[in-house]
T-cell receptor, first 113, second 117 residues
Framework: LAKTTQPISMDSYEGQEVNITCSHN???????ITWYQQFPSQGPRFIIQ???TKVTNEVASLFIPADRKSSTLSLPRVSLSDTAVYYC??????????????FGGGTRVLVKP | GAVVSQHPSRVICKSGTSVKIECRSL??????MFWYRQFPKQSLMLMAT?????????EQGVEKDKFLINHASLTLSTLTVTSAHPEDSSFYIC?????????????FGSGTRLTVV
């Protein structure tokens, strides 16, 4: 599985856009990029998944450059409730049963009033 | 859809006793379940992978005789921490993936906070 590198922490303010970049230099051709959010004492929650270019859902956007060696999770107009740890994972298609998820260090995002 | 229920959410046990944690997929059949352990301020560490009806596959360094995993049905997997010690105190999380094409990826339980005293 491709190793990922993320900033340890980021601070932001309510209403701002938060962008978290993840490096995955040895991503394989079949690998997808998936982001999870985790609140204290809770299990991770799936945010978004992508393979290339841009993916957007109701929660976030995921930007993936052509070389796929990095990706950026964009959280628009964050609120205090977006304070959490965000994990970037790289691996096989998430819907394929049997692919295990290996978590990196994650980015601790603190949203301030 | 794709809900995973984990029980109990918190448990305190005495050193030397065993504790069982349940992980249930409520609205889908989980062909594969995963168990993670998370220490404070740290990331999730995969402990083992279990497939329904077969023996679990443990990650390197995880004692299979200490962390017993049973995946007897497509909706239930259990993790039993045997002869628990204070160093086993941690946050245990399960996740599941099944045959339903949910588009939600892996679904995680809410976790179990184990404290061994």
């Amino acid at each position: 599985l491709a190793k990922t590198t993320q900033p340890i922490s980021m601070d932001s303010y309510e209403g701002q856009e938060v962008n978290i970049t993840c490096s995955h230099n040895n991503i394989a051709t079949n690998d997808y990029i998936t982001w999870y959010q985790q609140f204290p004492s809770q299990g991770p929650r799936f945010i978004i998944q992508g393979y290339k270019t841009k993916v957007t859902n109701e929660v976030a956007s995921l930007f993936i450059p052509a070389d796929r060696k990095s990706s950026t999770l964009s959280l628009p107009r964050v609120s205090l409730s977006d304070t959490a740890v965000y994990y970037c994972l790289v691996g096989g298609l998430i819907k394929a049963a049997g692919n295990k998820l290996t978590f990196g260090g994650g980015t601790r995002v603190l949203v301030k009033p | 859809g794709a809900v995973v229920s984990q029980h109990p959410s918190r448990v305190i046990c005495k050193s030397g006793t065993s504790v069982k944690i349940e992980c249930r997929s409520l609205d889908f059949q989980a062909t594969t379940m995963f168990w993670y352990r998370q220490f404070p301020k740290q990331s999730l560490m995969l402990m083992a992978t279990s497939n329904e009806g077969s023996k679990a596959t443990y990650e390197q360094g995880v004692e299979k005789d200490k962390f017993l995993i049973n995946h007897a049905s497509l909706t239930l997997s259990t993790l039993t921490v045997t002869s628990a010690h204070p160093e086993d105190s941690s946050f245990y999380i399960c996740s599941a993936i099944g045959t339903v094409n949910t588009n939600y990826g892996y679904t995680f339980g809410s976790g179990t906070r184990l404290t061994v005293v």
